[in-house]
């Protein structure tokens, strides 16, 4: 169970019937107040995850502030949801999406995983994205990433490329999750990436 507030732009009762339903599993808060584009840009300590209800992803991300898309986590409720769509999403710093008419445990276990610390896409669009988007980087290149970076955080970066969730790898470690996310900000900074998504395609691995 998690701590952690749901947003969404898309005030319709069709969508937020949606997000209590799932929300209500996994112990978070949907946010349903009339200030909750200001609630969302306030820095708070648990988790914060956008809903976007899209009915044509290329079309209406154009017309989303970039401003919104750089803080919490983010995740696509699609009409429709092509290859395509998906690789566009990641681009753009989304961690996960869906189509709409998936059913209610569906978007929980894509909730739960983003959650985690994963990303939620088809593995096609994943591996896609990664092989097309960035050559191995040379030896040289990685000593450079890896400069700064410490032996604890090098260790949970070896994890997080072998595709181990948050939990798995705080069970290696034997530490708590809490301990994995700080390491992983500490990366995400030193690294200059903003999401999990981006580490990966950075270090040519998934």
């Not at 969404?8 to 978070?28: C, F, M, R």
């Not at 349903?32 to 914060?48: E, F, V, Y």
Request: charged fraction near 15%; glycine fraction near 6%; hydrophobic fraction near 40%.
């Amino acid at each position: 169970m998690y701590n952690g507030e749901i947003f969404t732009l898309s005030q319709s009762p069709k969508n937020i019937q949606l997000l209590k339903h799932v929300s209500g599993l996994l112990n978070l808060k949907v946010n349903t107040s009339a200030n909750s584009l200001t609630a969302w840009h306030t820095p708070q300590q648990i988790p914060k995850i956008l809903f976007h209800f899209l009915n044509d992803v290329h079309g209406e991300l154009g017309q989303i502030d970039s401003g919104l898309l750089s803080a919490g986590k983010h995740i696509a409720i699609c009409e429709s949801l092509s290859m395509e769509d998906e690789l566009t999403l990641i681009k753009h710093g989304f961690s996960g999406a869906t189509k709409a008419c998936s059913p209610a445990h569906a978007i929980v276990q894509m909730l739960d995983n983003v959650l985690e610390g994963n990303l939620f896409f088809s593995l096609s669009a994943l591996s896609h994205y990664i092989q097309t988007q960035q050559q191995p980087a040379k030896a040289s290149e990685r000593h450079a990433l890896f400069q700064g970076i410490t032996k604890k955080e090098k260790e949970v970066l070896s994890f997080i490329c072998k595709g181990l969730s948050n939990s798995e790898a705080a069970n290696k470690m034997n530490v708590s999750i809490n301990t994995i996310k700080m390491h992983l900000q500490n990366i995400y900074k030193k690294t200059d990436c903003k999401s999990r998504g981006q580490l990966l395609v950075k270090y040519n691995q998934i």
